[in-house]
């Protein structure tokens, strides 16, 4: 039976000094459970207000969740039970945010039609809104099958709204601890999760201090660097940073902790506790405390040794082949006896200086030359003693013209000569120079060809055969005039 209060003794001093103690009772006692606190505020509001029935919901989504009850094993409805918001006698403490008393439903012809008292016949009813972090979370609410023609006293609609106060900070408290609960449990299995990936990753982790300390070190690390985990905490990663890449590492570091940057990667070498030198890739990145003061590096670092040394292999065949390429394009260009521009490439000099000829408007002249009676001089001392004096023509040409002409062999004992300028005097200073020349079997003479391309002629006004034709007739007539010759082309 529930202890029955004297409604006319509600107002008494005992009487509110007997609701504060229990007040204060269920508010101070340590309850091993919300559910034993649930039904603490239930047994002990019920008794003191004289009820049958109590009851605390949960309100989410307009539905009525029975999160506790007692008394009502007649109505069958147990904690757990959900209803429709509208179908309750709380959808008005809902609706109007405040506490509700109903006295003699039955009696009422709009309240006696309501779903709860055609179902269950409770005619009397208090209930206030538990309010949890300013927000309606449910109701404690208290009901009777027996009217209460007197209605409700002030004293005990007070008592029950400071008990609804009171419970909407047990619930509150109660769901921070289960936050609580619920992100150490997620904490948790981060960290293991975290621990897991950490340890078992292929490439190397370091979690490191501000300082450099390594505070955590993975089994792929102490691979890449030659230590056991507990050598490597025994020191910080300067010590095993090649000095040629420390302070390099150092600034980037510093970068991080002033906020300049985020994070950074660089290419690095460790030095091994073996002493040999190994290439690292390492990325950091920085983990903060909620004030912003730094707690720990994450480092990230991956053996890229085998990729260097493949890299500068790669770089030196590159290289080698450049070398390679860049000789044979030498060789192409150039005749293999004389050292001289070969035909070929004197042909595509040749085009270029008639292309700045014509976009200068400067003067060119052509030079082609021959050896005097070369054959003879072949036949007389053979033909080692010809590819001698053909070298030593070449080199007496290109000392004599140094960096006025473009010299080249043409073919045979015939050479070309390309001048920036009219060439009559160098042409005579060059046949002069090879008749003085010494050391041979006998002397040599050359005959020379000039061809001219006058200033101020377009590119279009002398084609390339036009002036070889020209310098061709001009050696043709000087070697026709008795040898030893500089003839000039008319036009």
């Known amino acids: 039976m529930v202890k029955q209060v004297n409604p006319d003794a509600e107002d008494r001093p005992g009487v509110q000094a007997m609701r504060l103690r229990e007040l204060h009772r269920v508010l101070v006692t340590a309850h091993a459970a919300p559910d034993i606190a649930y039904a603490d505020f239930i047994d002990t509001g019920r008794r003191i207000l004289g009820m049958e029935i109590g009851l605390i919901s949960r309100i989410a989504d307009n539905r009525f969740h029975v999160l506790a009850i007692s008394g009502g094993e007649a109505t069958g409805i147990r904690p757990g039970d959900i209803f429709p918001l509208s179908d309750t006698y709380c959808a008005e403490v809902i609706a109007s945010a405040s506490s509700v008393t109903l006295n003699r439903v039955g009696l009422d012809r709009v309240m006696c039609l309501h779903p709860v008292y055609r179902r269950f016949g409770l005619e009397s009813y208090i209930a206030a809104p538990v309010w949890v972090k300013e927000r309606i979370y449910g109701t404690l609410a208290f009901m009777d099958a027996r009217p209460r023609p007197e209605g409700f006293g002030s004293g005990e609609v007070e008592f029950l709204e400071m008990m609804a106060t009171a419970l909407g900070r047990v619930v509150e408290r109660d769901l921070a601890e289960r936050d609580r609960l619920l992100a150490e449990k997620r904490l948790d299995t981060a960290a293991r999760l975290f621990g897991t990936a950490f340890d078992q990753a292929p490439i190397g982790m370091a979690l490191v201090a501000p300082d450099g300390r390594f505070l955590k070190v993975n089994r792929a690390l102490c691979r890449i660097c030659g230590y056991d985990e507990t050598e490597l905490l025994a020191i910080d990663f300067q010590q095993i940073t090649d000095p040629d890449?420390?302070?390099?590492?150092?600034?980037?570091?510093?970068?991080?902790?002033?906020?300049?940057?985020?994070?950074?990667?660089?290419?690095?070498?460790?030095?091994?506790?073996?002493?040999?030198?190994?290439?690292?890739?390492?990325?950091?990145?920085?983990?903060?405390?909620?004030?912003?003061?730094?707690?720990?590096?994450?480092?990230?670092?991956?053996?890229?040794?085998?990729?260097?040394?493949?890299?500068?292999?790669?770089?030196?065949?590159?290289?080698?082949?450049?070398?390679?390429?860049?000789?044979?394009?030498?060789?192409?260009?150039?005749?293999?006896?004389?050292?001289?521009?070969?035909?070929?490439?004197?042909?595509?000099?040749?085009?270029?200086?008639?292309?700045?000829?014509?976009?200068?408007?400067?003067?060119?002249?052509?030079?082609?030359?021959?050896?005097?009676?070369?054959?003879?001089?072949?036949?007389?001392?053979?033909?080692?003693?010809?590819?001698?004096?053909?070298?030593?023509?070449?080199?007496?040409?290109?000392?004599?013209?140094?960096?006025?002409?473009?010299?080249?062999?043409?073919?045979?004992?015939?050479?070309?000569?390309?001048?920036?300028?009219?060439?009559?005097?160098?042409?005579?200073?060059?046949?002069?120079?090879?008749?003085?020349?010494?050391?041979?079997?006998?002397?040599?003479?050359?005959?020379?060809?000039?061809?001219?391309?006058?200033?101020?002629?377009?590119?279009?006004?002398?084609?390339?055969?036009?002036?070889?034709?020209?310098?061709?007739?001009?050696?043709?007539?000087?070697?026709?005039?008795?040898?030893?010759?500089?003839?000039?082309?008319?036009?």
């Open 245 to 491: 890449h420390l302070q390099s590492d150092l600034a980037l570091l510093q970068a991080v902790l002033r906020g300049e940057r985020a994070d950074y990667r660089i290419e690095k070498r460790y030095i091994r506790k073996d002493g040999r030198r190994v290439w690292v890739e390492l990325s950091v990145s920085l983990v903060r405390d909620d004030d912003g003061a730094p707690l720990y590096f994450v480092s990230q670092i991956q053996d890229i040794d085998n990729k260097k040394a493949l890299l500068a292999e790669l770089e030196r065949r590159q290289t080698e082949v450049e070398q390679a390429n860049h000789r044979l394009e030498r060789l192409a260009a150039t005749d293999p006896l004389t050292g001289l521009a070969n035909r070929r490439a004197f042909m595509a000099q040749f085009e270029s200086a008639l292309d700045r000829h014509a976009a200068t408007g400067r003067s060119l002249c052509l030079l082609l030359i021959d050896i005097d009676h070369f054959k003879a001089f072949n036949d007389r001392f053979g033909h080692p003693a010809g590819d001698t004096a053909l070298s030593r023509v070449a080199a007496a040409m290109t000392g004599s013209l140094g960096e006025n002409g473009i010299v080249a062999r043409h073919g045979g004992e015939e050479f070309a000569v390309l001048l920036p300028e009219a060439g009559y005097a160098l042409a005579e200073r060059l046949r002069c120079d090879i008749a003085r020349l010494r050391d041979l079997p006998a002397p040599v003479t050359i005959s020379i060809g000039l061809g001219p391309c006058p200033p101020g002629s377009g590119r279009d006004d002398i084609a390339r055969a036009e002036l070889i034709a020209l310098a061709d007739r001009a050696l043709y007539a000087a070697k026709a005039a008795g040898r030893n010759r500089v003839v000039t082309a008319r036009r």
